[in-house]
């Protein structure tokens, strides 16, 4: 027997560490919540408003339908797909001050996360903002082009404290100041 490695064995790929994430630095579907999950397919739902024009009404069945959505808080995409629906125009209201091109150069993805954390802001208020925001930081990276959560951090982050004040001032008052 020789000391080289069989073909078959040279062809693997290297083993992923087990730290929860993917090669891709993306979080491994077993270490999701189910809030996470329902978040990831309310931006698939919202991708198709905003892309194909579907009505909602016909995206959420088809959505439940997906692999994997039984993992998911049925009650939190129900909030998200109908909430982030009935309420864009309202929500883009907010965001449009805070972007530096027009809504058309926007991505899809990155306009339905900034929805997701417009939505939660303002209606979820059991999670906190700083959780609302790196959740949305996540999706855009998961899901976004290769900056797009860069972008969306800055858009949420001037939003959280006109939409979360007393939270993002007593997360404020915490923090230590540097000298």
Known sequence: MSDTPSSSAAKRPPRQSRTGLTATGARKAAGKS????A???????????????????????????????NKADAAHFDALLHGCVEHGEAMDAL????????????????????????YEFQHCLDVPWRVVLNECVELAKEFGG???????????NGL????????????KAKKPRKA
């Open 34 to 37: 189910n809030r996470t999950r």
């Open 39 to 69: 978040r990831e397919f309310a931006l698939q739902g919202l991708y198709q408003s905003l892309v194909g024009r579907n009505a909602v009404d016909d995206i959420d069945p088809f959505t439940r339908d997906l692999a994997g959505f």
């Open 95 to 118: 965001i449009a001050p805070l972007l530096d091109r027009p809504w058309g150069e926007i991505s899809p993805v990155e306009h339905a996360v900034m929805w997701i954390g417009v």
């Open 146 to 156: 290769t900056d797009g959560h860069k972008y969306v951090n800055g858009v949420l």
């Open 160 to 171: 959280a404290p006109s939409l979360r004040a007393a939270e993002v001032e007593a997360d």
